[in-house]
């Protein structure tokens, strides 16, 4: 178990009666009575990493606002809320899921390079604490709007602090050349900006360097980037009281050791500690990332002459991390092997027509037959949130579990249901 399964947290999963549970219940069970595949979450992870994040910060006086985008499954964003969460969101179809869920909407901060009138419209009618904007044109849209409306909006300034976060590419967003925040030179322009401006009042500045960050390092340099250029625009007159330090904390995939809650504390306090602002940080991976699994039925074990092949039932549509980002994910039998028993080499795979639907290559594994089942580990973040319904393939149920019991919080769309989501014109 402890070979086979080190991503997933003890607290959470174990083994009962030589199967893979989630909190005592087998998800052998589970998967029968769902079928599979689905995704399937824990509570009492999800809290786990709410509260380690959220009490070693909670000394600094940092506010945290769970990253929407990660997770945004109603039941698992209710865990959150019950916990006292405040949101990040990127999208108005966040805020609305957010507001759902029970956060209240003081407690919600809008980030996203490309804000629609809409969305902002709608941020401001409902009162949210704070809008990240993201360049010197969004200022004056969200300006025009308040003023529309007679009300002065509280607007940190994203800011691009020109830091490599030593991440994949694909989720590197602190870097000049990246499409994320204004240019920390060119916040001079601030000051006459802000002048005709009426109805923005800038209450900070924010930061976030990208995703799956395992050292501090690139924090610590992000946020004393951030504290000079607090201190600068203050000296010129800005009454500056807030500053927005993002997420982007990495967790372990494989064998590598996460961004320990400690070591973000002890950065925050030294790199901001003393700035007198009120603090936040916006987690998403960190706190879903290891909490969620998603389980999958072998569809066929295929001799491929070099190769073999386990075909899932699972497929890019519904975990897209490894195609998209060549992300590693632990692939579990549920039934345990018995002691000493034999591996053998498989390619993990999905029935859809890409290569790119792959899910793992030259995964050392026990023998498995098409019936079983697997789990592949840490796909809480970034899993179902992304999946599609690509190959006409249903989209994925999704099961959150809490002490000892279960339930279907988003349930399986098949394709009859998706055909009723289009029309075919009478004049074709
Ligand atoms: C995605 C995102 C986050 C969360 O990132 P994680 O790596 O999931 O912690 C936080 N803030 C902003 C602005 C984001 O876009």
Redesign the pocket.
């Known amino acids: 178990m402890i070979d086979l399964a080190r991503r997933l947290p003890p607290s959470a999963f174990g083994v009962v009666d030589g199967q893979l549970a989630v909190e005592g219940v087998a998800i052998a069970h589970i998967a029968a009575e769902v079928g599979t595949p689905f995704y399937l979450y824990s509570a009492k992870r999800l809290r786990e990493n709410w509260r380690t994040l959220a009490d070693a910060v909670a000394p600094l006086g940092v506010a945290v606002h769970y990253?929407m985008?990660?997770n945004a499954n109603r039941a698992v964003v209710a865990v959150l809320a019950r916990e006292g969460a405040g949101a990040?969101i990127?999208s108005g179809g966040e805020l609305t899921r957010a507001l759902d869920a029970g956060i209240p909407a003081n407690r919600i901060v809008f980030?996203g390079v490309g804000k629609t009138d809409a969305e902002i419209a709608r941020a401001l009618d409902v009162g949210i604490r704070q809008i990240?904007a993201e360049s010197f044109e969004e200022l004056a849209r969200i300006d025009a709007l308040a003023g529309a409306r007679g009300v002065v909006a509280e607007v940190a300034l994203r800011v691009n602090p020109d830091v490599d976060a030593g991440t994949h590419a694909k989720i590197t967003?602190g870097k000049r050349d990246n499409k994320f925040g204004i240019d920390a030179d060119r916040l001079a322009r601030l000051d006459n900006e802000l002048k005709v401006l009426a109805n923005v009042r800038l209450v900070g500045l924010a930061v976030?360097i990208g995703?799956?960050i395992l050292s501090t390092a690139p924090f610590a340099a992000a946020y004393r980037r951030m504290a000079d250029l607090t201190r600068e625009l203050r000296a010129r007159g800005h009454a500056l009281t807030r500053l927005d330090l993002?997420?982007?904390?990495g967790i372990p995939y494989r064998a590598e050791a996460g961004l320990a809650a400690a070591d973000l504390a002890e950065t925050i306090r030294t790199t901001v500690g003393d700035l007198g602002v009120e603090l936040a940080i916006?987690?998403?991976?960190?706190i879903v990332g290891d909490a969620g699994v998603l389980v999958s039925r072998v569809a066929f074990v295929k001799d491929g002459g070099d190769i073999r092949f386990l075909v899932l039932d699972a497929a890019m549509n519904d975990l897209m991390r490894p195609a998209m980002y060549d992300s590693h994910h632990d692939v579990v039998p549920v039934r345990m092997p018995a002691p000493g028993a034999e591996r053998i080499d498989y390619d993990v795979v999905g029935p859809i027509c890409e290569s790119s639907d792959t899910f793992a290559r030259r995964r050392s594994l026990p023998i498995l037959a098409a019936g079983d089942l697997v789990v592949l580990a840490t796909a809480g973040?970034y899993g179902a949130t992304m999946a599609g319904t690509y190959n006409a393939r249903a989209l994925v149920p999704e099961v959150i579990v809490d002490a000892g019991r279960f339930a279907v919080t988003r349930r399986r769309i098949e394709v009859e249901e998706q055909l009723s989501w289009e029309t075919v014109p009478d004049w074709l």
């Open positions: 990253a985008k990660a990040d990127v980030s990240n967003t976030h995703s799956q993002g997420g982007g904390f916006e987690p998403g991976r960190s973040a």
